[in-house]
C-alpha cells in the first residue's frame, strides 16, 4: 500500500534570481509540513531533472540540501512524465519495502534561468539528433504534427482544441499562483500567433519557474487517506516518426494497467488531472482514455463536462496551459490540486466530492506513459 | 538527388529508417541499408512558423511532414507548401543533406523545366 502524504506546489510564473535548488527545497519543505514528517522520517527520494542546472546527481544534490540521510536517492528524467512516472516507482520502492516515505521532487526556474530560445533549443532535442533536429522540427512541430493528424482522424476543429485552452485559463483565474489567469475567449485562441500549423501560441502552455513535490508514505500521515490505488505506465517509442500509427496507443496501455490494478474502471473517476502540454495533448488523453468520445473533448469542455461543478472536473488549477509549466514540477502540480481537492482542502475551488481520481502524464511526443489511480479510504 | 536511406532486414523484410544492429520486428542481426524508391504517403504535416532556433526562421514558415513511405516506415521530412494528409508524395534527400517532399509527379515537372 501507498498513500500520497504530502503535497506543496510554488506559485508558478517568475522566480528570478532562484535556480532549481532553491525552488525545490521550498517546495520539498512545505510537502513535509503538509505531511507532518520530521525529515528524519524520509527515507527515498526522487528528484526531477532541471534544464537549467543539468547535474548528474540530483537526487544526492536535493538531499544534501535538505539533510535527509537516505536508503535510496536518484535523478528521473522521463520528460514530462517524470512527476508521475517518478510517483509510481516510490510506490514501487515502497512495495519492496525498501523505503517507507519517499519525497518526489520537481523544479527549476525554466522561465528566468535561461533565454526563450535557449529553452526551445533543448525541448527541441527530444527528438532525433539526424533524422528530426537538423530539419527544424521543435517540440510544437512534433506535437503539432499529432494534433493535424488527430484533426484529420476525428472531424474535430481548431476551435474544438481551442475550447480546452480557454477552460484551463478560467480554472486558473480561482487559483492564487497561477502563471496566467486573464480570461481567454476562444476566438482570441484562434488569432494567436501561429506557431506550428495548426497550434497557434495559446494552443501552447507557458515556460514557467516553479516547484512542487509529493510525498508518497507507506501509510497515511494525515486525516484524510488518498491512497495511489493503481498505476500503470508505457513506452511505446521516442520519436514521433516512430510513433505508433494509433495516436493513443501508449495511453491507453497504461491507463488499462492502472485502472486493472486499482480495480476500477474509467466510468468510476470523478476527477481527473492530466497532462496538457498542448491543447491536443489533452483532446487525446480525454478522448482515448474514455473520458470524451471521438473528437469531442472541446464539445464537452464546452458543455461543461470538465468543469468544476460538471461530471467530471479537470486540472482545476488551470493546468500547464495556464497554471503554468517549469518542467517537472509542471505535472507534479497536477497531482498536488487532485490530491488538494480529494482531501476536501481546495477553498473556493472545492469540487462536490471526489473520492477517486485519474492523473496521467506523458514525456516526448506521446512518448512515455504514466498513469495512476488514487482513492480516497479516510 | 536520391531516395532516402533505409535499413531493411534480410530475414523478415520489414524496413524501417533510424540505425539499428537489430530487426525491430524479429530480433534478426542480418540487416542491409536500401534506398527507399522516395514514392510515400503524407501521414501528418505542419508549417512551423516559430522555429527552435531563430537562424532557422523564415517568412512564411517551413514545411515539416511524416510520410509513409511505400516500403513502409514513416521518415521525416521537409516539405512544399500546402501538401495535404493522404496526398501522394515523392521524396528525395538534397545536397543539404534534408529528405524533402513534393506532390507525386511535380518533380518530373522541375527535371522538365530545368
Not at chain 1, 504534427?145 to 474535430?156: I, P
Request: with cysteine; charged share 15%.
Amino acid at each position: 500500500m501507498a498513500y500520497l502524504s504530502g503535497i506543496a506546489v510554488t506559485a508558478f510564473g517568475k522566480h528570478p534570481g532562484r535556480g532549481p535548488v532553491a525552488l525545490m527545497e521550498e517546495a520539498a519543505l512545505a510537502a513535509l509540513a503538509d505531511a507532518g514528517l520530521p525529515r528524519q522520517a524520509v527515507d527515498g527520494l526522487i528528484a526531477g531533472y532541471a534544464t537549467t542546472y543539468p547535474h548528474l546527481m540530483m537526487g544526492t544534490v536535493m538531499a544534501e540540501r535538505l539533510s535527509l540521510r537516505l536508503r535510496h536517492a536518484h535523478q528521473a528524467q522521463v520528460g514530462g512524465a517524470t512527476g508521475a512516472a517518478a510517483i509510481i516507482l516510490a510506490r514501487h520502492l515502497i512495495a519492496a519495502g525498501a523505503c517507507r516515505h519517499v519525497l518526489v521532487v520537481g523544479g527549476e526556474n525554466r522561465l528566468t534561468g535561461q533565454s526563450r530560445d535557449d529553452a526551445l533549443k533543448i525541448l527541441a532535442g527530444v527528438g532525433h539528433p539526424v533524422h528530426e533536429v537538423p530539419l527544424g522540427a521543435s517540440i510544437p512541430a512534433y506535437y503539432a504534427l499529432v494534433a493535424a493528424r488527430y484533426l484529420h482522424e476525428t472531424g474535430a476543429s481548431e476551435a474544438d482544441l481551442a475550447e480546452l485552452a480557454v477552460l484551463m485559463r478560467r480554472h486558473a483565474a480561482a487559483h492564487p499562483g497561477a502563471q496566467l489567469t486573464k480570461p481567454l475567449t476562444v476566438a482570441e485562441v484562434l488569432a494567436s500567433k501561429p506557431i506550428a500549423t495548426p497550434l497557434k501560441f495559446l494552443d501552447c502552455c507557458p515556460i514557467s519557474d516553479g516547484a512542487a513535490a509529493v510525498i508518497v508514505s507507506a501509510e497515511p500521515t494525515g486525516a484524510a487517506a488518498i491512497r495511489l490505488a493503481g498505476w500503470g505506465e508505457a513506452h511505446t517509442h521516442q520519436h514521433v516518426s516512430e510513433m505508433p500509427d494509433d495516436l493513443g496507443l501508449g495511453a491507453k496501455i497504461a491507463a488499462a494497467q492502472a485502472f486493472a490494478t486499482a480495480g476500477r474502471q474509467a466510468e468510476d473517476m470523478r476527477l481527473l488531472g492530466l497532462y496538457d502540454s498542448f491543447t491536443p495533448t489533452l483532446a487525446i488523453f480525454l478522448e482515448v482514455l474514455g473520458f470524451a468520445k471521438p473528437g469531442e473533448a472541446g464539445a464537452a469542455a464546452r458543455e461543461g463536462r470538465f468543469s468544476r461543478d460538471g461530471a467530471l472536473p479537470l486540472n482545476l488549477h488551470g493546468g500547464l496551459m495556464s497554471y503554468g509549466h517549469p518542467g517537472v514540477a509542471g505535472f507534479l502540480a497536477h497531482v498536488v490540486e487532485v490530491v488538494r481537492q480529494m482531501r476536501g482542502a481546495a477553498g473556493q475551488r472545492q469540487v462536490r466530492d471526489a473520492p477517486l481520481a485519474y492523473c496521467h502524464a506523458d514525456g516526448g511526443v506521446f512518448s512515455s506513459h504514466a498513469g495512476f489511480v488514487l482513492e480516497r479510504v479516510a | 538527388m536520391s531516395g532516402p536511406m533505409l535499413q531493411s532486414c534480410r530475414t523478415c523484410r520489414h524496413g524501417w529508417q533510424f540505425q539499428r544492429a537489430a530487426c525491430p520486428a524479429c530480433g534478426a542481426q542480418d540487416i542491409v541499408a536500401a534506398e527507399s524508391g522516395g514514392g510515400g504517403t503524407v501521414w501528418s504535416v505542419t508549417t512551423v512558423l516559430r522555429a527552435p532556433l531563430p537562424e532557422l526562421d523564415m517568412p512564411g514558415g517551413y514545411g515539416i511532414a511524416l510520410v509513409t513511405l511505400d516500403e513502409g516506415p514513416r521518415i521525416m521530412c521537409r516539405s512544399a507548401p500546402g501538401l495535404a494528409i493522404g496526398e501522394r508524395v515523392q521524396v528525395a534527400v538534397e545536397a543539404d543533406g534534408m529528405p524533402r517532399a513534393v506532390p507525386a509527379g511535380s518533380e518530373l515537372e522541375d527535371a522538365g523545366s530545368g
